[in-house]
């Protein structure tokens, strides 16, 4: 009777708790078990591992009772990321390598059926969770995954290509060699320490591409330096798409940390790219998507779109197009910037503190207000009263109450497309916008869309004129609290790239412009 642990890490949203593969070899009818809560893609490690250790040129243990347990046994386990440990258990267990040294590493990969090792999500999130518990272990990834995890600072991280080279270092880890002296590069490398790589200007669309709308330009200067939601609304044509997709160009850089969270959330969707490193991502879903496709789901639980768009722009065009249900889920992460996927065997909470910019028509056809004159015979409307009103209330009252900025986007004539002057392009406008924000963080350590209760009342305090107008207004069109509080965030960012240090009654005046009123239904 022979047993052999090893130590990994499974994948629980953006938590890797720690794993102990347990490999036990007895006597008995031959037979090859996985137990502890563990996916189809984990069971099926049984025929990737025999064939991997057999092409290694290792000898597989077919008369033997093999058993692996996954502890702790109430904790799911996915994907193919067990492989290596399962694989290096059989061989410790069998007497193949010396396990000596196998409580100084964690271990994780997905083996061919050659035995060489491919990468595993998570790679990233693995690393943070040895750099927030340390125990005074090493990792071993396959490629891709260990460059993920070495920019983690302060984690030892081991790249393997092979089940072989995994092998062959504690095959030689005996009193007087040690797997850290070997250097050996046949498949086995030890990462340098961690180097963040540098952060580069990325070549975005230009602003200047827009001719004209520069109330369009302002309202996403505005939303881009107080990180505030945006909602355009214009017919066909006339640039929203266009502002849209410029947006990300005039947010400010990501710091470490939060360029961390972005590539940890990346690295468990599978989609991590270290040529993305601390660039603000953009998601752009089609308006088919569904619930679980924005906020997440599936089991085990995945990130959506929203948490994708984590410190970064979610746009959403042709907003009333997208399903009820889709857009009431966004109520929730929207104020909290976060969002909790339950199911019956797991939880998983994810982070969604993204900005919002949507593009809706004013109407099904997009024409409504085009008005003829003269010479000009444009498109105009068709659509029926109602029609109009049942478009507008696809987008009910609370949602539109959590946006912060409503703005009309018209049409543009000929002759101010083909004559328009130059306009600033995107790197002056971004250059007020990262002034204004890192003012913000100055005086109260978060983006202006962020205050609320005592800092809200401390750094967004009114004149009594100004305090006057703003409940005016507020009585006039009926503002909920909430609607109330974001002008007023507004108009604190708007008195902030003016170089302000209170808010004004004209800082007021324009933010209440930005809170259109459109016809729906709560």
């Known amino acids: 009777m022979r047993l052999s642990l090893v130590q990994s890490r499974a994948l629980l949203g953006l938590q890797s708790p720690p794993v102990t593969v347990e490999v036990h070899l007895a006597n008995g009818l031959p037979s090859f078990t996985l137990v502890g809560l563990v996916d189809v893609e984990v069971k099926e490690a049984r025929e990737r591992v025999r064939s991997a250790l057999q092409?290694?040129?290792?000898?597989?243990?077919?008369?033997?009772?093999?058993?692996?347990?996954?502890?702790?046994?109430?904790?799911?386990?996915?994907?193919?990321r067990f492989d290596?440990?399962?694989?290096?258990?059989?061989?410790?267990?069998?007497?193949?390598?010396d396990d000596r040294e196998f409580q100084r590493y964690e271990f994780a990969g997905e083996l061919s059926l050659s035995g060489a090792l491919r990468p595993v999500k998570g790679g990233l999130i693995m690393g943070l969770a040895m750099h927030q518990q340390p125990k005074g272990r090493s990792l071993v990834l396959p490629p891709g995954s260990a460059e993920e995890a070495s920019l983690v600072p302060d984690v030892v991280v081991y790249r393997a290509e092979n089940l072989r080279a995994v092998a062959n270092r504690f095959a030689q880890a005996d009193s007087k060699?040690?797997?850290?002296?070997?250097?050996?590069?046949?498949?086995?490398?030890?990462?340098?320490?961690?180097?963040?790589?540098?952060?580069?200007?990325?070549?975005?669309?230009?602003?200047?591409?827009?001719?004209?709308?520069?109330?369009a330009k302002?309202?996403?200067?505005?939303?881009?330096?107080?990180?505030?939601?945006?909602?355009?609304?214009?017919?066909?044509g006339s640039g929203k798409s266009m502002l849209a997709h410029r947006f990300s160009g005039l947010l400010s850089p990501l710091d470490v940390s939060d360029a961390l969270e972005v590539?940890?959330?990346?690295?468990?969707?599978?989609?991590?790219?270290?040529?993305?490193?601390?660039r603000r991502p953009t998601r752009h879903p089609h308006h088919s998507a569904s619930a679980v496709a924005l906020v997440g789901g599936g089991s085990p639980p995945r990130p959506g779109e929203i948490s994708l768009a984590h410190h970064g722009v979610l746009f959403l065009d042709e907003l009333p197009e997208f399903p009820r249900s889709a857009l009431e889920a966004l109520r929730e992460p929207l104020?909290?910037?976060?969002?909790?996927?339950?199911?019956?065997?797991?939880?998983?909470?994810?982070?969604?503190?993204?900005?919002?910019?949507?593009?809706?028509?004013?109407?099904?056809?997009?024409?409504?207000?085009?008005?003829?004159?003269?010479?000009?015979?444009g498109p105009l409307c068709r659509c029926t009263p109602d029609q109009v009103q049942r478009y507008m209330r696809k987008i009910s009252g609370p949602l539109l109450d959590r946006i912060d900025l409503h703005i009309e986007v018209p049409s543009q004539n000929a002759a101010l497309l083909i004559h328009a002057p130059a306009a600033e392009s995107t790197a002056i406008v971004r250059g007020r916008c990262v002034q204004a924000h890192r003012v913000a963080h100055r005086r109260q350590g978060c983006t202006n869309?962020?205050?609320?209760?005592?800092?809200?009342?401390?750094?967004?305090?009114?004149?009594?004129?100004?305090?006057?107008?703003?409940?005016?207004?507020?009585?006039?069109?009926?503002?909920?609290?909430?609607?109330?509080?974001?002008?007023?965030?507004?108009?604190?960012?708007?008195a902030d790239l003016s170089s302000k240090t209170e808010i004004e009654t004209s800082d007021l005046a324009e933010a209440v412009q930005y809170r259109r009123s459109i016809e729906a239904e709560g």
Request: aromatic share 6%; hydrophobic share 40%; proline share 5%.
């Open 55 to 80: 092409n290694s040129g290792f000898e597989f243990p077919n008369n033997q009772r093999i058993t692996v347990n996954l502890a702790p046994a109430d904790l799911p386990k996915d994907s193919g």
């Open 84 to 97: 290596l440990p399962i694989a290096l258990g059989i061989l410790a267990a069998s007497g193949q390598i």
């Open 177 to 215: 060699h040690e797997v850290n002296d070997i250097h050996d590069e046949q498949g086995w490398a030890k990462l340098a320490p961690s180097t963040l790589p540098t952060q580069t200007m990325v070549q975005t669309l230009d602003l200047a591409d827009v001719k004209g709308q520069a109330g």
């Open 218 to 236: 302002r309202a996403l200067e505005i939303a881009a330096a107080g990180g505030h939601s945006l909602l355009m609304m214009g017919p066909p």
């Open 263 to 278: 590539a940890a959330i990346a690295s468990l969707a599978g989609r991590f790219d270290l040529s993305h490193w601390a």
């Open 335 to 377: 104020e909290s910037g976060s969002v909790t996927i339950s199911r019956a065997a797991m939880r998983a909470e994810f982070p969604a503190r993204f900005q919002l910019i949507a593009a809706m028509n004013p109407c099904p056809c997009g024409y409504a207000g085009q008005v003829r004159s003269g010479q000009h015979k």
């Open 449 to 494: 869309q962020l205050l609320s209760g005592a800092l809200l009342d401390k750094h967004c305090a009114l004149s009594s004129e100004a305090s006057s107008y703003l409940h005016q207004v507020a009585a006039h069109f009926g503002w909920s609290g909430r609607g109330t509080h974001r002008v007023l965030k507004v108009a604190r960012t708007i």
